[in-house]
């Protein structure tokens, strides 16, 4: 067996088949030795129809396999060469489907059939012992299929020449077929470091199928027990790379043992590094990670402990590495992230300048990632893109507009009077003083978003107080003499009362002409 000696497997079974002795007996005899070894020692040499005196004629090796037939006996026996030769004809192929088209879908009806833990297990010890690999994570892969992200949790003291002591917080990266790690140190842990590190290790180590990342805040928009929300920020590398975004399960580190154990070792091997000093001398922070990466290649080329030969760089050079893709040509660029505030125009602020944002996200929060050459919103509830543009460097300031994020309205109003007019007709406001008063809004001369405000104005009241209200208002503004204003209409409609003399006094001359060419202003810039 695995877990046991050969000398205390060869103990066990001359108490059971010699002396006859039961499994309490012989555990209380063999004290380092639990009941349910065994059991399972004596279960497989019954199975295996072993007798002590075959037991004795046979070697360590012999003896193992033949325990093992014990054990699987009675079950469809799988072609673990066949399904090797068939994951080598196609890189795209995995384990799960070569298990189920040619072990499970060819098992005889009544047979019973390992399952699928199991079967990985067989698979793995099959692959160690014919081929000499074997994937270094608990969790079954193929190579290439995974890059594993974390930081160390000690975090080393870096001395420069000057004395001074600085904590720093070490990336680690790792395949998790191979185990080939790759280590970075940078001052903090906030996103860029993240950002910058992951970009790295694959560039030094090649582009996998899939990145797996744990819950930290910078990495998780929200965290949940069974299905995380990558932040935009990973979502964003993840797609230049071509990356598929796995984040692990809330306290479930196991998801990514790969890189848990790459950290131990680092750990390990910063605290050799610091040595009674209590930290690592370096120049500056290259030369600290040159000594990084010194030490992470002596750990990759360690020999494994618990494999028959090799080490990860071996593994990582001879299986891995032909199967992983070269990163982009263009380069990653590790941009600035910020919080920012739409107003009611549905336009955000960065550096001075007002970008449009998409106008179902005027008056709520946006996410910019903030680059070098360009500018790009995303809406913070599902990641989507709100807006992109060109990033302006001039001075004063500056306002960016696009038409696919404004609303049908909106892009009716800024359109012209024709469309405006439709937009008031399709939507049952087609009166006919309101429709006199958006062609006198709309033919008057200036700035476009002036005449936007405006008629947003008038839009806003008419939904509020009614098409009729707000023309009846319109009427006794230009009847009474007084100017024809965002806040006299809504005073009248607030108050219900007639403008102008007393009751019955008769209607001004020439209040149609005034009521056209009156001066619509919208105070305070607002609009409903």
């Known amino acids: 067996m695995k877990s046991l000696d050969a000398s205390v497997v060869r103990q066990i079974l001359r108490l059971r088949l010699e002396a006859g002795e039961g499994i309490r007996a012989i555990q209380r005899e063999i ?142 990266a790792a395949l998790r077929f191979s185990g080939e790690i790759y280590a970075e140190a940078f001052m903090d842990e906030k996103l860029r470091s993240w950002q910058l590190g992951t970009a790295h290790a694959l560039e030094a180590l ?102 028959s030969g090799g080490c990860r760089q071996s593994l990582y050079e001879r299986c891995e590495k032909p199967v992983l893709r070269p990163c982009p040509a263009v380069p990653f660029e590790a941009c600035e992230w910020r919080i920012c505030h739409a107003d009611k125009q549905h336009m955000a602020t960065v550096d001075g300048k007002r970008y449009m944002v998409h106008y179902l996200l005027a008056g709520k929060e946006v996410r910019a990632c903030i680059g070098s050459a360009r500018i790009t919103f995303y809406n913070p509830a599902d990641n989507s893109a709100a807006g992109s543009y060109a990033r302006d460097y001039s001075e004063g300031y500056a306002r960016h507009e696009d038409e696919c994020l404004m609303s049908p309205a909106e892009l ?61 208002a319109c009427m006794d503004a230009a009847a009474g003499g007084r100017p024809l204003s965002a806040a006299v209409i809504r005073n009248l409609l607030e108050r219900g009362s007639r403008p102008g003399a007393s009751k019955g006094a008769p209607r001004r001359a020439g209040s149609s002409e005034a009521f056209l060419q009156s001066d619509w202003t919208v105070r305070g810039g607002s609009h409903d």
Not at 435 to 445: G, N, W
């Open 412 to 472: 009716a109003f800024r359109r012209g009077p024709g469309e405006c007019r439709q937009w008031f007709c399709s939507h049952g406001l087609g009166l006919p003083r309101i429709l006199a008063l958006v062609d006198a809004i709309c033919s008057r001369d200036g700035p476009a978003m002036i005449r936007y405000r405006r008629i947003s104005s008038l839009r806003g009241m008419c939904a509020k107080f009614g098409a009729e209200a707000v023309d009846k």
């Open 31 to 172: 004290s380092w030795a639990s009941a349910a070894s065994v059991s399972r020692v004596a279960a497989a040499a019954a199975e295996a129809g072993l007798t002590w005196r075959s037991v004795r004629e046979m070697g360590d090796a012999e003896l193992a396999a033949a325990l093992r037939r014990g054990k699987s006996g009675g079950y469809f026996e799988p072609d673990f060469l066949g399904i090797t030769e068939w994951l080598a004809s196609d890189k795209r192929l995995t384990e799960d489907q070569a298990f189920e088209e040619l072990y499970y879908r060819r098992a005889p009806a009544g047979v019973p059939t390992y399952s699928r833990q199991r079967l990985y297990g067989l698979y793995r010890q099959w692959l160690a012992d014919n081929m000499g690999i074997e994937s270094s994570a608990s969790i079954p892969c193929c190579p290439g299929d995974c890059l594993e992200i974390d930081m160390v949790g000690d975090r080393p003291v870096w001395i420069d020449f000057q004395g001074r002591r600085t904590r720093l917080k070490v990336f680690a």
């Open 206 to 307: 090649g582009v996998p199928r899939a990145l797996s990342m744990d819950n930290a805040r910078a990495l998780v928009s929200r965290p949940h027990p069974f299905m995380a929300v990558v932040s935009a920020a990973m979502e964003q590398l993840c797609r230049h790379f071509g990356l598929v975004p796995l984040a692990c399960h809330v306290r479930r580190p196991s998801e990514k043992s790969a890189v848990e154990r790459s950290c131990g070792l680092l750990e390990r091997e910063l605290a050799r590094m610091a040595g009674t000093l209590g930290g690592i001398c370096a120049g500056s922070l290259c030369e600290f990670n040159q000594a990084l990466a010194r030490a992470v290649g002596e750990i990759n080329r360690r020999p494994f402990e618990k494999k």
